[in-house]
């Protein structure tokens, strides 16, 4: 049974930073790309980060790209997301996800998110 469990969300002031992290079981975690998406109420999910089942590749959407870096720990099974130089329009609910597609915004299985509130 696939669980992902994220963690680390929090309340902070505009211009700070969080670490989110995602521990996984369940499947082999090791073969799955993996991604980070967002829905903050009333709008679409927004995928904004993914990254290769090694690690090797990472891509990101321009609301994030140079703010966030998302990383994985194989051996943890775990999936991380670094955000700093934080907005108020990053608020939102956070949710990691296994990639059914590489880099493609087509999510499996996700889990039951993290909150992220950015005061200005």
């Known amino acids: 049974q696939v669980q992902l469990v994220e963690s680390g969300g929090g309340s902070v002031q505009a211009g700070g930073s969080l670490r989110l992290s995602c521990a996984a079981s369940?499947?082999?975690?090791?073969?799955?790309?993996m991604a980070w998406f967002r829905q903050a109420p009333g709008k679409e999910r927004e995928g904004f980060a993914t990254?290769?089942?090694?690690?090797?590749?990472?891509t990101y959407g321009d609301s994030v790209k140079g703010r966030f870096t998302i990383s994985r720990d194989n051996a943890k099974r775990t999936l991380d997301l670094q955000m700093t130089s934080l907005k108020p329009e990053d608020t939102a609910m956070y949710f990691c996800?296994?990639?059914?597609?590489?880099?493609?915004?087509?999510?499996?299985?996700w889990g039951q998110g993290t909150q992220v509130t950015v005061s200005s």
């Open positions: 369940g499947y082999d975690y090791n073969y799955y790309c």
């Open positions: 996800a296994t990639l059914r597609f590489c880099r493609r915004w087509d999510f499996g299985y």
């Open positions: 990254i290769d089942n090694d690690g090797s590749t990472t």
